[in-house]
């Protein structure tokens, strides 16, 4: 048995406070308040801290000690009121108020005992001389009486755990949000995984701490927010004389001081901070790029289809313009790959190849109302015209198509097409590949496979419809048709012989200088003041893309870039220029004949 820390006390209010509501135990337990008759243990410790402060020159009116057993030993509430009991007569505390508080600490319980030393009757504090001899006695005579276990005083403090932290700790903590707990117990553990001064610090470093010069200390620790504790009993178990034989190996004058170990973690925190900004701007950038990228796409692919539906209006118009009755327009329309339809009893449509249906309105034909009425209406009840309905004409229109191409079509050409087959044949690269699977190679089995392969999609099959609608798809992929002729010449995928120096002209000086120069010149000029590039109009956007098939087009020509041209594109376009070189303008000017071919592709 151990009766820890036997001392007079004040500060009624915080004592009944450390009792009752301290944060660091399991459960208390008011076990026993007597002599006074107040409501709460607090009430209490106030009313006799105000008799002692008035009525009294005694400016500690209580005595606190707290009793412990053995670890693992554990005692009945009736025999922990015995200690309280031995205790109060040996104290000659006989009388006096007296508060019992029961602790619970990681499964093991100690007793608090707090007497009011004013005596009730005099008014006199008792005299408490030599409580530390006589608590000593009363701990071995509770031994022998209780069967206890006998206990040194100190070696239940020796290495087994920390003090209580102070209130200026708690405070810290509980300032910056911290887990005090867990902070002392990652100390704690740092000191026991060490067995000298080095591998303490390299253990406090890996756990988040620095170790420092202490200014009452000889060491202490700073977390990462420069709150600071005391490397000693309080944190380690260990007393100062311990914590100084361990870390003797230690040179202080390589150890930072609590000043300069703070400056050091306001730099880290500093770089760590500007880093994660400049993730987050990187981050904002690309987010930012990529908008604009898929608003251009947007943008070119919303041209496209004004573009397509233009066009079929004109198909239309133009076929109507060119006939008087309703079958002469149905002729025409057919002739053009479309079909007319009746949508409802009074309105039609015309429908074009890929299934996307046109009312006959003033748009379409350039004809009113009254006139469409007139010339349909006369053709449906005297020309005897059957049109059919959307849908019909939809399955008429899909009967006509072309089969899928089998590169495209990811199971066919898994299974039928020969290992080797380029995914998207169009251009230099089918005809390439065409040569040489057909035969142009000094594999002569492997010729004749391609060939077997060819003949069949060529036309070698009993469904002649079929071959001569695959023998239309291999001419024009092989630019044996004028169509294919055509892309021959204008094909986004021939190669474009770029001179590694690019030059730009200025047309009102007749200087030519480097694309990298220019295009850095202009960069620097439309980012002055500003960390990012100004966000370009709608307008800029329209005039980006009229300068890239500019562009496209002085590189087809071997010409020198139009300085006009460069300056309208966007601040993204100029910088990657300046980092990455001519390459970069070759692959963009590319990229974008590409997808306006293929958007026309998409409208036949």
Same mark, same amino acid.
């Given at each position: 048995?151990?009766?820890?820390?036997?001392?007079?006390?004040?500060?009624?209010?915080?004592?009944?406070? =450390?009792? !009752?509501?301290?944060?660091?135990?399991?459960?208390?337990?008011?076990?026993?308040?007597?002599?006074?008759?107040?409501?709460? !243990?607090?009430?209490?410790?106030?009313?006799?801290?105000?008799?002692?402060?008035?009525?009294?020159?005694? *400016?500690?009116?209580?005595?606190?000690?707290?009793?412990?057993?053995?670890?693992?030993?554990?005692?009945?509430?009736?025999?922990?009121?015995?200690?309280?009991?031995? !205790? @109060?007569?040996?104290?000659?505390?006989?009388?006096?108020?007296?508060? #019992?508080?029961?602790?619970?600490?990681?499964?093991?319980?100690?007793?608090?005992?707090?007497?009011?030393?004013?005596?009730?009757?005099?008014?006199?504090?008792?005299?408490?001389?030599?409580?530390?001899?006589?608590?000593?006695?009363?701990?071995?005579?509770?031994?022998?009486?209780?069967?206890?276990?006998?206990?040194? *005083?100190?070696?239940?403090?020796?290495?087994?755990?920390?003090?209580?932290?102070?209130?200026?700790?708690?405070?810290?903590?509980?300032?910056?949000?911290?887990? !005090?707990?867990?902070?002392?117990?990652?100390?704690?553990?740092?000191?026991?995984?060490?067995?000298?001064?080095?591998?303490?610090?390299?253990?406090?470093? *890996?756990?988040?701490?620095?170790?420092?010069?202490?200014?009452?200390?000889? =060491?202490?620790?700073?977390?990462?927010?420069?709150?600071?504790?005391?490397?000693?009993?309080?944190?380690?178990?260990?007393?100062?004389?311990?914590?100084?034989?361990?870390?003797?190996?230690?040179?202080?004058?390589?150890?930072?001081?609590?000043?300069?170990?703070?400056?050091?973690?306001?730099?880290?925190?500093?770089?760590?901070? #500007?880093?994660?900004?400049?993730?987050?701007?990187? #981050?904002?950038?690309?987010?930012?790029?990529?908008?604009?990228?898929?608003?251009?796409?947007?943008?070119?692919?919303?041209?496209?289809?004004?573009?397509?539906?233009?066009?079929?209006?004109?198909?239309?118009?133009?076929?109507?313009?060119?006939?008087?009755?309703?079958?002469?327009?149905?002729?025409?329309?057919?002739?053009?790959?479309?079909?007319?339809?009746?949508?409802?009893?009074?309105?039609?449509?015309?429908?074009?190849?890929?299934?996307?249906?046109?009312?006959?309105?003033?748009?379409?034909?350039?004809?009113?109302?009254?006139?469409?009425?007139?010339?349909? /209406?006369?053709?449906?009840?005297?020309?005897?015209?059957?049109?059919?309905?959307?849908?019909?004409?939809?399955?008429?229109?899909?009967?006509?198509?072309?089969?899928?191409?089998?590169?495209?079509?990811?199971?066919?050409?898994?299974?039928?097409?020969?290992?080797?087959?380029?995914?998207?044949?169009?251009?230099?690269?089918?005809?390439? =590949?065409?040569?040489?699977?057909?035969?142009?190679?000094?594999?002569?089995?492997?010729?004749?496979?391609?060939?077997?392969?060819?003949? @069949?999609?060529?036309?070698?099959?009993?469904?002649?419809?079929?071959?001569?609608?695959?023998?239309?798809?291999?001419?024009?992929?092989?630019?044996?048709?004028?169509? /294919?002729?055509?892309?021959?010449?204008?094909?986004?995928?021939?190669?474009?012989?770029?001179?590694?120096?690019?030059?730009?002209?200025?047309?009102?000086?007749?200087?030519?200088?480097?694309?990298?120069?220019?295009?850095?010149?202009?960069?620097?000029?439309?980012?002055?003041?500003?960390?990012?590039?100004?966000?370009?109009?709608?307008?800029?956007?329209?005039?980006?893309?009229?300068?890239?098939?500019?562009?496209?087009?002085?590189?087809?020509?071997?010409?020198?870039?139009?300085?006009?041209?460069?300056?309208?594109?966007?601040?993204?376009?100029?910088?990657?220029?300046?980092?990455?070189?001519?390459? =970069?303008?070759?692959?963009?000017?590319?990229?974008?004949?590409?997808?306006?071919?293929?958007?026309? @592709?998409?409208?036949?």
């Amino acid at each position: 048995m151990i009766i820890k820390n036997p001392a007079p006390r004040g500060n009624a209010a915080q004592l009944a406070d =450390y009792l !009752l509501h301290e944060k660091k135990n399991d459960r208390a337990e008011l076990l026993e308040m007597r002599g006074w008759n107040m409501p709460t !243990l607090k009430g209490a410790f106030n009313m006799t801290e105000e008799i002692a402060h008035s009525k009294t020159r005694c *400016e500690n009116p209580f005595y606190h000690v707290s009793f412990r057993a053995a670890p693992g030993e554990v005692l009945t509430p009736e025999q922990w009121q015995i200690c309280a009991d031995r !205790l @109060e007569k040996k104290l000659g505390l006989d009388g006096h108020h007296r508060a #019992l508080v029961l602790h619970t600490y990681k499964g093991e319980n100690h007793l608090h005992v707090v007497w009011d030393r004013i005596d009730a009757q005099t008014l006199i504090a008792a005299n408490l001389w030599q409580d530390h001899t006589k608590s000593n006695e009363v701990a071995r005579q509770l031994e022998r009486e209780l069967g206890l276990k006998q206990v040194p *005083e100190k070696s239940h403090d020796l290495e087994q755990e920390p003090d209580p932290p102070t209130m200026a700790e708690e405070q810290q903590a509980r300032r910056k949000g911290q887990d !005090l707990k867990d902070l002392r117990q990652s100390i704690r553990d740092a000191w026991q995984q060490s067995d000298s001064g080095k591998s303490f610090k390299a253990a406090l470093e *890996e756990k988040g701490f620095t170790l420092a010069q202490g200014d009452r200390r000889d =060491y202490v620790a700073l977390d990462t927010q420069g709150s600071v504790y005391s490397i000693g009993k309080r944190t380690t178990g260990a007393s100062a004389a311990q914590v100084r034989e361990r870390l003797k190996d230690l040179d202080r004058e390589n150890i930072p001081t609590v000043e300069q170990a703070r400056d050091e973690l306001a730099a880290q925190k500093l770089a760590k901070e #500007l880093e994660q900004q400049q993730e987050q701007e990187r #981050l904002e950038l690309e987010k930012q790029q990529e908008k604009e990228r898929l608003e251009l796409e947007q943008q070119q692919e919303q041209k496209q289809q004004e573009e397509a539906q233009a066009h079929d209006r004109e198909i239309i118009k133009e076929a109507w313009t060119k006939t008087q009755t309703a079958s002469a327009f149905a002729k025409a329309l057919s002739d053009k790959g479309f079909i007319l339809a009746a949508a409802h009893q009074d309105t039609f449509v015309a429908i074009n190849p890929a299934g996307n249906c046109y009312s006959l309105d003033r748009d379409s034909t350039g004809a009113e109302a009254p006139a469409i009425h007139s010339r349909m /209406g006369y053709g449906i009840h005297y020309e005897k015209m059957q049109l059919p309905t959307i849908e019909q004409a939809r399955a008429r229109l899909a009967e006509r198509r072309p089969p899928q191409d089998p590169a495209h079509d990811r199971e066919q050409d898994a299974q039928e097409r020969p290992t080797g087959a380029p995914r998207e044949p169009h251009g230099q690269e089918w005809r390439h =590949y065409a040569k040489e699977r057909l035969g142009q190679t000094q594999d002569q089995e492997k010729g004749k496979e391609w060939r077997r392969y060819a003949k @069949e999609r060529l036309g070698q099959t009993q469904d002649q419809e079929k071959g001569k609608e695959w023998r239309r798809y291999a001419k024009e992929r092989l630019g044996q048709t004028q169509e /294919g002729q055509r892309r021959e010449e204008t094909s986004a995928d021939r190669e474009i012989s770029l001179d590694p120096g690019l030059k730009v002209l200025n047309r009102v000086t007749g200087i030519s200088s480097s694309l990298k120069g220019v295009a850095g010149g202009i960069f620097r000029l439309l980012t002055t003041g500003s960390s990012q590039p100004p966000e370009p109009t709608p307008e800029e956007r329209r005039a980006n893309l009229v300068a890239l098939r500019n562009i496209r087009d002085s590189l087809e020509r071997g010409q020198d870039l139009d300085l006009a041209d460069v300056q309208s594109l966007s601040p993204t376009h100029l910088k990657r220029i300046m980092e990455q070189g001519d390459e =970069y303008l070759k692959n963009l000017a590319l990229d974008q004949e590409r997808r306006r071919r293929e958007g026309r @592709e998409r409208e036949r």
